[in-house]
C-alpha cells in the first residue's frame, strides 16, 4: 500500500514568496556554512503534520478538512518580524513571524486539530506558534555560531512586510530527496462563510 508523507497547510501567494526570497537572499549574505536555507518556493504556513498516511485516506482527511473549515470565511495574514527557536542565543531555526487576523487563524488550527483528532490523528503537543520557516541550523554548529546568527537577525530587519490572502487550505505531498524536500499540492479546501 503506498504511503503519502503529508502535512495540512496554507499556500502562499507568488509575492509573499518573492519577498522571502528577498529577505534570505540578504540573510545568506552572512555566508554561514551552518545554515541550510528553505527553497523560498516552498514555504508554506503549516497547520498539521499528518506524517505516512495510506493513500486510501486521502478522501477521508480532506472531507475532515472540509468539516474544519466549513463557516470560517477567507482572512488576511502578514509577515512580521524575525526570531528564531528556541531563541535567539541557540538558534535552530529561523523563521518569520505572521500577524493579521491571528484569531481567525487559531480558530481554523484548532478546529483542524479536532477534525483530524477525531479520524484518529494525534493532536500537537505544543502550543501553535503561526511563522514561516526561512532555514534550519545543522546539527554540528557550534553554540558561538548559533549566537553570531541571533546576532544577525537582530541587525537584519525583516523589511517589507507581505500580505496573504488565506482563501483554502491544502493536503500537500512531501517527497523527501537528497536535495531537499518536494511538494506537491493533492487536495485543496476553500474556506466560505
Known amino acids: 500500500m503506498e504511503e503519502i508523507r503529508s502535512f495540512i497547510a496554507i499556500e502562499l501567494p507568488g509575492e509573499t514568496r518573492e519577498m522571502l526570497a528577498r529577505l534570505v ?29 495510506p493513500a ?18 477567507p ?13 535567539l542565543n541557540r538558534v535552530r531555526v529561523i523563521w518569520i513571524g505572521i500577524g493579521g487576523e491571528v484569531d481567525k487563524l487559531s480558530q481554523l488550527y484548532q478546529r483542524m486539530e479536532s477534525s483530524m483528532e477525531v479520524i484518529g490523528f494525534s493532536p500537537e503537543g505544543r502550543a501553535f506558534s503561526p511563522h514561516l520557516t526561512l532555514a534550519r541550523v545543522r546539527q554540528y554548529t557550534s553554540p558561538r555560531e548559533q549566537q553570531e546568527l541571533g546576532q544577525l537577525l537582530t541587525r537584519v530587519k525583516a523589511g517589507e512586510s507581505s ?11 512531501s517527497q523527501l530527496t537528497m536535495a531537499g524536500a518536494i511538494y506537491s499540492r493533492i487536495s485543496t479546501v476553500e474556506l466560505k462563510p
Open 25 to 53: 537572499d540578504r540573510l545568506k549574505l552572512d555566508g554561514s556554512t551552518s545554515v541550510k536555507w528553505v527553497d523560498p518556493d516552498g514555504i508554506h504556513l503549516t497547520l498539521k503534520f499528518l506524517g505516512n498516511i
Open 56 to 73: 486510501t485516506r486521502i478522501a477521508e482527511i480532506t472531507e475532515a478538512m472540509a468539516l474544519a473549515a466549513e463557516g470560517i470565511p
Open 75 to 87: 482572512f488576511f495574514l502578514e509577515t512580521t518580524i524575525l526570531g528564531a527557536f528556541p531563541n
Open 163 to 173: 500580505r496573504i490572502a488565506v482563501n483554502a487550505v491544502s493536503l500537500i505531498r
